[in-house]
């Protein structure tokens, strides 16, 4: 099984600054890497697939970069819409699909 | 519009069993394998089991092997989820998600459910 590491596990951020989260897999996943946002009281929403490809109907201040086990997910300007948790997940090698611990981003 | 929407949750005893449903609608049902995932109160995602778009190919989180089984019925646009001999650890909010492939290959989850809440507890 394929684990995956998150850090921080919480990152306080000031609106308009820049926010990364890191995501690290044990053992490759190649760019098999997805990012979902979650906001209280809500189910996941799909963020980037691919490792760095946005989904549809979230803006390009959010990107997604990385390949093998080294991940970064990047919020250039923050609003106050974007605070939320954030997790990645590994589709590469399963079952099972495995989620990271997530990092919650908290207005600072 | 892509809709997935779950039901079935509630209190149980452990030891007991509960079926959940998630009624599909906005896209073409038996295209797309489907996986139910969940998440304890206050904690992250896991992956519980993933059934190919044609129910042919099912699989499983070790923790819920023998215990779970998943299903579908193309004919209602409905994925099920059969959970025996629940646990307290079983307690959660349980997703369908909607995979973007038919084959129940590897894969990431473009759609979401609201959740149902089961909770396990005497």
């Known amino acids: 099984e394929i684990v995956m590491t998150q850090s921080p596990a919480s990152l306080s951020v000031s609106p308009g600054e820049r926010a990364t989260l890191s995501c690290r897999a044990s053992?490759?996943?190649?760019?098999?890497l997805a990012w979902y946002q979650q906001k209280p009281g809500q189910a996941p929403r799909l963020l980037i697939y691919g490792a760095s490809t946005r989904a549809t109907g979230f803006p390009a201040r959010f990107s997604g970069s990385g390949s093998g086990t080294e991940f970064t997910l990047t919020i250039s300007s923050l609003q106050s819409e974007d605070f939320a948790v954030y997790y990645c997940q590994q589709y590469n090698n399963w079952p099972p699909y495995t989620f990271g611990q997530g990092t919650r981003l908290e207005i600072k | 519009e892509v809709q997935l929407l779950e039901s079935g949750g509630g209190l149980v005893q452990p030891g007991e069993s509960l079926r959940l449903s998630c009624a599909a609608s906005g896209f073409t049902f038996r295209n797309y394998a489907m996986s139910w995932v969940r998440q304890a109160p206050g904690k992250g995602l896991e992956w519980v089991s993933a059934i190919s778009g044609s129910g042919g190919s099912t699989y499983y989180a070790d923790s819920v092997k023998g215990r779970f089984t998943i299903s579908r019925d193309t004919s209602k646009n409905t994925l099920y989820v059969q959970m025996n001999s629940l646990r307290a650890e079983d307690t959660a909010v349980y997703y369908c998600?909607?995979?973007?492939?038919?084959?129940?290959?590897?894969?990431?989850?473009?759609?979401w459910g609201q959740g149902t809440l089961v909770t396990v507890s005497s």
């Open positions: 053992q490759s996943v190649s760019s098999n």
């Open positions: 998600a909607k995979g973007v492939v038919a084959a129940a290959i590897p894969t990431y989850f473009d759609y």
